[in-house]
């Protein structure tokens, strides 16, 4: 489990040249709230005391200067244009190797009928069932009754952005989201 692994290329051929039968779980979420979410991780936990997300705000990283252009070349946004790091993994492992679980659905149903699928993907017996699972309420996720709740700092306060900032962040993450679902067969709706 490494949340750097999808996007860093060398990680796929690594794996590849370890062992090509490995299979792989990708949790994915809707690449604007993974993007706000890497910009407060970063801004909150960065070890570089120059980190670009400790001085700016959000939208002053994901636009280009004095533009309404989203600035690609911003790591965040980088990391975000999962059609480009797929394509990657395609490279050295079948598609049927690879599991992609929609991160943002795992958070906030019951996450008993995806891990469910995900034991079937491994070809492992079914442990984990809905009663295992419950509503924290305050944190407004699910904990597991067997090994309690996430730690209490994680998770983010979202930011609130602007309705135009939020259209040009989905128009611009729309073509490759569309060439994301057509690579991997499965339209997460984003």
């Excluded at 910009?39 to 200067?65: G, H, I, Q």
């Excluded at 679980?101 to 993907?121: K, T």
Aim: aromatic share 14%; hydrophobic share 40%.
């Amino acid at each position: 489990k490494e949340a750097e692994y999808f996007h860093r290329h060398i990680t796929a051929q690594r794996i590849a040249a370890i062992s090509n039968a490995t299979k792989i779980i990708v949790i994915l979420r809707n690449p604007i709230k993974r993007l706000l979410s890497d910009y407060l991780f970063m801004r909150r936990y960065a070890f570089a005391p120059n980190a670009l997300e400790k001085t700016k705000d959000f939208s002053e990283l994901v636009l280009e200067v004095n533009s309404s252009k989203v600035n690609a070349s911003w790591g965040g946004v980088a990391r975000s244009l999962y059609a480009k790091h797929f394509g990657k993994w395609l490279l050295n492992f079948p598609r049927k190797q690879i599991l992609l679980v929609d991160g943002d659905r795992f958070q906030m149903e019951n996450p008993a009928e995806i891990l469910h699928g995900i034991e079937s993907f491994l070809g492992i017996d079914h442990y984990l069932q809905k009663d295992h699972f419950f509503l924290n309420t305050t944190k407004g996720f699910y904990c597991s009754r067997i090994r309690g709740c996430l730690k209490e700092g994680k998770g983010h306060h979202p930011i609130d952005l602007t309705p135009r900032l939020m259209e040009i962040l989905r128009t611009f993450f729309e073509p490759f989201n569309q060439m994301f679902y057509q690579m991997s067969g499965v339209d997460f709706g984003w």
